[in-house]
């Protein structure tokens, strides 16, 4: 008989596949049970827009990016972008660094290869994959418990099975009343990194809705970011948007709406401005276009935005130019997020992402209650908490 221990990893995203693929096949018998026939949708997902496995910027820098501060420090200090590109480089997955820093696939690699290749690399280490498998709770004498009938005891169980957007992917955080069951403190999902609502003008929208917000800049709360933004029928994403989700949901917890600002000249001063539209010799819609270089739907959006006075006072419209205040009156669907904040609360783990109140049990990914802006900072999470945890195991016993 095997004297390895049992794993059960409970899902099959971003966050499973690591912590297999880090786990020593010697020391530990471990299957990953997934609901659906593949592994991750989610993953798939994200790779149909830009997929940004990580990011470059220094890991001091990336560490400011995940909140609540220092949660994610260790993890990342261990396993960091630098050492996920190289581990992807060696499994077959080269990557390179976009124009926005962002870290993808080298170009022709497509997401299912990528995929597939770490797949691959789980199956070389002997770790099985159970598909069809859906944890529905534990039995009275503490096995995991299946929608298809399955009883499996296992020593060490991980929890990997995702936030609560895009249920479609398998994520649909029904585990949550699971979890409360028994006794540990899970708060309700909200929508990160989303679109959020703003109460448009209808004739706004007709000219502006589908188009990009280039090179601004957006502030709430003593925080910025640098970026685009896209203007859609219901509201305003992006990933200019997206970087400010902590401030934004924060707001709108408290307040019941949040305010952003934006720069649609990041390049010139107030005085600046004011100074090129009194030195033109054009009309002001054709200075603004022509000697700012205000795109179009910039000079749309001041338009819609400001009284016919304000916009003709060019002290007024300077200052708006440079800081204007955009109404968001809540999150949208969100099943549309590309993330959760909410599920399970940090006080709930120790350093190791175990369950405090159930031993044995640990929780990694999207179902804790943590947050960063998309751009590669969601999945270089997930890949530095499996890290971390197969390492603390693998040294345990
Ligand atoms: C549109 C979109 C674009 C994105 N783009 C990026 C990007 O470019 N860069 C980036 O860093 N991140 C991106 N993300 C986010 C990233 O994909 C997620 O943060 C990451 O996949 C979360 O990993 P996870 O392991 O926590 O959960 P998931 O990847 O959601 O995996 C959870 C798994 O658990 C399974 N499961 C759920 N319940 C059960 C159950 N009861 N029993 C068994 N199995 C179960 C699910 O089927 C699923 O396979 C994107 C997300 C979306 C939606």
């Known amino acids: 008989m095997s004297s390895r221990k049992t794993i059960a990893i409970i899902g099959g995203g971003a966050s499973a596949l690591s912590v297999a693929a880090f786990l020593d096949a010697g020391k530990y018998d471990v299957t990953i049970y997934e609901r659906n026939r593949g592994l991750g949708r989610k993953f798939l997902v994200a790779g149909k827009g830009g997929f940004n496995l990580t990011h470059s910027e220094r890991v001091g820098d990336m560490m400011r990016r995940y909140s609540p501060p220092r949660f994610l420090d260790q993890a990342l200090s261990e396993f960091d972008n630098e050492r996920f590109r190289a581990w992807l480089a060696d499994i077959g997955i080269p990557t390179y660094v976009g124009s926005s820093r962002r870290v993808f696939p080298v170009q022709g690699i497509k997401p299912i290869e990528v995929l597939t290749v770490i797949k691959e690399y789980i199956a070389t280490k002997g770790h099985k994959i159970r598909y069809d498998y859906k944890w529905v709770g534990w039995s009275p004498d503490g096995n995991l418990l299946f929608e298809n009938g399955g009883k499996i ?7 990997c099975m995702g936030g609560g957007s895009w249920k479609v992917t398998g994520s649909d955080g029904l585990w949550n009343e699971i979890f409360r069951d028994r006794g540990v403190l899970v708060l309700p999902f909200l929508a990160s990194n989303c679109a959020y609502k703003v109460d448009w003008p209808s004739h706004f929208i007709d000219k502006a809705s589908g188009r990009p917000l280039k090179n601004i800049s957006l502030s709430n709360s003593g925080h910025q970011s640098i970026g685009e933004a896209m ?13 400010l989700s902590d401030q934004i949901q924060s707001q709108l917890s408290n307040q019941g709406c949040a305010s952003i600002h934006i720069d649609l000249k990041p390049m010139l001063t107030i005085e600046e401005i004011v100074k090129r539209i009194k030195n033109s010799k054009r009309k002001l819609t054709d200075c603004l276009i022509k000697d700012l270089k205000l795109e179009k739907v910039k000079v749309q959006l001041l338009k819609s935005t400001l009284t016919k006075e304000q916009f003709l006072d060019i002290n007024v419209l300077a200052i708006n130019i440079k800081e204007l205040p955009i109404l968001l009156e809540q999150a949208c669907d969100i099943d549309k997020a590309i993330s959760t904040t909410g599920g399970v609360d940090l006080s709930e783990i120790d350093d190791h992402f175990q369950l405090k109140k159930l031993s044995g049990n640990y929780v990694l990914g999207e179902m804790l209650d943590w947050n960063a802006p998309t751009g590669g ?7 530095s908490m499996g890290h971390h945890l197969a390492l603390h195991l693998n040294q345990e016993y």
């Open 153 to 159: 005891e296992s020593d060490i169980t991980i929890f």
């Open 231 to 243: 203007i859609t029928d219901l509201g305003i994403e992006g990933s200019a948007v997206y970087a």
């Open 377 to 383: 900072y969601l999945l270089q999470a997930c890949f």
